[in-house]
């Protein structure tokens, strides 16, 4: 993809709709932690132990730690906004030089701590618990952002666009949202079924992640306006507020609500 430049004007442009995106985001992350019920959940980890009479190794649920939803749903819509702030003050340099580029650096680390901060809440709401398979989930949801990352940067050197990147990034992306969509659906309809507003979070969430992958997409394939990379940032920008909102509240409403 050649290399674009940056006029005075789109850069006065993304500096306001960062700044904007930065308080959005930041008065959400604020609200969550002011309104927010103690409502925590158990990360457990399985250990073996030695039954004696049965003379054979069985494992031991032990909780490690608690995890307030409330502060964990702030945290990642918090990250957004110390983000939107940066890129549009002491690293607005760095960031439409980037830009230029063809590239956001910045973008690419903070969905990877805040998308992935995202993806625990939801899995830990159908009952992931486990601390081993969090992690699990962690590292494959991140590596999904750094192929997206390795997708702008290995492409700045190639005459036709490589989409190995890409490729990868989308197999290591599925497999959280498989792991997810095992423990939802295979309660069943007996007590152990999720509340009906983590269905709605799993697929209303599910469908805005594979958005920024379409988004990439239509960047690489200039389609219509997308052939202009700052659209795309834009649309970025957009997909991510409208992502973290819709989880903050939708997990709000289930489970944080003062009683």
């Known amino acids: 993809m050649a290399k674009i430049q940056t006029d005075q004007k789109q850069a006065n442009s993304l500096r306001k709709w960062n700044i904007g995106m930065g308080f959005l985001h930041l008065s959400q992350g604020v609200?969550?932690?002011?309104?927010?019920?103690?409502?925590?959940?158990?990360?457990?980890?399985?250990?073996?132990?030695?039954?004696?009479?049965?003379?054979?190794?069985?494992?031991?649920?032990?909780?490690?730690?608690?995890?307030?939803?409330?502060?964990?749903?702030?945290?990642?819509?918090?990250?957004?906004?110390?983000?939107?702030?940066?890129?549009?003050?002491?690293?607005?340099?760095?960031?439409?030089?980037?830009?230029?580029?063809?590239?956001?650096?910045?973008?690419?680390?903070?969905?990877?701590?805040?998308?992935t901060l995202m993806l625990v809440i939801i899995a830990m709401l159908v009952g992931i618990y486990d601390l081993a398979a969090l992690i699990a989930l962690v590292g494959l949801n991140a590596s999904m952002i750094l192929f997206g990352w390795m997708m702008e940067l290995h492409n700045q050197s190639t005459n036709k666009t490589d989409w190995t990147s890409f490729i990868f990034g989308c197999i290591a992306g599925i497999i959280p949202w498989i792991a997810i969509a095992i423990y939802l659906f295979a309660a069943g309809e007996g007590e152990y079924r999720a509340p009906d507003f983590v269905y709605w979070i799993y697929f209303s969430i599910f469908v805005f992640f594979?958005?920024?992958?379409?988004?990439q997409v239509l960047q690489y394939k200039k389609v219509g306006k997308w052939a202009d990379y700052l659209y795309g940032e834009k649309a970025?920008?957009?997909?991510?507020?409208?992502?973290?909102?819709l989880l903050a509240w939708q997990v709000f409403a289930g489970t944080l609500r003062p009683m």
């Open 236 to 245: 970025y920008i957009i997909l991510s507020l409208v992502a973290k909102t």
């Open 31 to 115: 609200a969550m932690l002011l309104l927010s019920s103690s409502f925590s959940i158990p990360v457990i980890g399985n250990f073996l132990n030695f039954d004696i009479k049965s003379q054979s190794l069985k494992p031991v649920a032990e909780t490690i730690f608690n995890l307030r939803i409330g502060p964990a749903v702030a945290a990642f819509l918090i990250m957004s906004a110390i983000a939107h702030f940066l890129v549009s003050t002491v690293l607005n340099k760095w960031y439409l030089k980037n830009l230029s580029q063809h590239i956001n650096i910045a973008r690419w680390v903070e969905y990877a701590f805040s998308s």
């Open 210 to 215: 594979n958005t920024f992958a379409i988004n």
